[in-house]
């Protein structure tokens, strides 16, 4: 029998599904496995350990794995490519080396969302892209160019523009609940110790503040529900500019005929219905009556379901 993996190897979690030709027979989840984001060591160890226990759950050998398809951002950067199906390899020696796919997680996530079909699938997690194809097969993206200079609507974005928030009402004279929130979630005492572990290098963990963000929303906090709705905002923004792009004729744009339909997945969107709303809601403003689907496409279905054509 043969047997087949598709892998989510995202900044904070890898996430992997083993199975056959038809049906899954285990899942496991462990920490990230982005390179550019946590180096080539602790990727490795990532992906080693999630390997093995997914293999161990199922009751299997690495060695009888037949194909693998992992999506990661920077697969596209040969270098990253390379180190990341060396590290299978050192897994899986037995693996044809054409049975191994390093694919963008934009690519697995498409797949996820939409099989081999057209459409566009917003991502927002640590990072965020938003990637389309059309019917003809042509491609489109936005977003996604990395988290010093991009990243809209991720969270990694919401956790930096949350000190900068902050540090603005500060500025007023405001006082916020996120602030002390922040401050405890970073075991700090004073905005002065906050600013300057903002802007310590390396940076700080600012995707771990994107669940502080989301409680201070919960308990009525302005100052985090403004953030929330910006980063749907935001997003909805890259959203459009790739619909537009892929839109077969400029007079479709303001309306849902040939648009093309639209998912979301990441845990941004997954923990926010804030985010989810004003995403929804802002292309529906730009494209009235298109497609936004409300269930969130899962990934690493995607990488399993390449996985299983090769």
């Known amino acids: 029998m043969a047997y087949y993996l598709g892998i989510d190897g995202g900044g904070t979690k890898t996430r992997c599904v083993l199975g056959d030709e038809t049906t899954v027979l285990a899942t496991t989840t462990t920490g990230g496995s982005n390179i550019i984001r946590l180096g080539e060591k602790q990727a490795r160890e990532a ?9 161990a759950t199922a009751g299997i050998s690495p060695d009888q794995i037949h194909a693998i398809c992992i999506g990661v951002a920077g697969a596209s950067i040969p270098e990253i490519a390379a180190k990341i199906r060396g590290t299978l390899i050192e897994l899986m020696p037995q693996i044809n080396l054409t049975h191994i796919e390093v694919a963008g997680d934009n690519v697995i996530a498409l797949e996820a969302a939409f099989g081999a079909g057209p459409g566009v699938i917003a991502i927002a997690g640590t990072g965020s892209l938003v990637y389309g ?11 996604g160019w990395g988290f010093a200079i991009s990243d809209e609507g991720s969270g990694h974005w919401i956790g930096r ?5 902050i540090l603005r009402a500060r500025d007023q ?27 310590s290098t390396p940076p700080p963990d600012f995707p771990h503040l994107f669940p502080i963000v989301l409680h201070a929303a919960e308990e009525g906090d302005g100052l985090a529900r403004d953030l929330l709705a910006e980063a749907g905002a935001e997003l909805a923004d890259l959203a459009t500019a790739v619909v537009r792009r892929l839109a077969p004729h400029p007079s479709m744009e303001r309306t849902a005929t040939g648009v093309l339909p639209v998912a979301m997945t990441g845990s941004v969107f997954r923990q926010s219905a804030e985010v989810r709303q004003v995403f929804c809601n802002t292309l529906q403003t730009a494209f ?23």
């Open 161 to 165: 523009r949350a000190i900068s928030a």
């Open 47 to 55: 992906l080693h350990a999630v390997v093995h226990h997914v293999c």
């Open 173 to 199: 004279g405001l006082e916020t609940a996120l602030a002390a929130m922040v401050l405890h979630a970073w075991k700090l005492a004073t905005i002065d110790e906050l600013v300057q572990q903002a802007n």
């Open 133 to 143: 194809r059309d019917a003809a097969g042509r491609t489109a993206r936005a977003g």
């Open 288 to 310: 009235p009556g298109i497609n936004v689907r409300q269930e969130l496409a899962d990934p690493v279905e995607g990488a399993l379901a390449r996985a299983r054509r090769m």
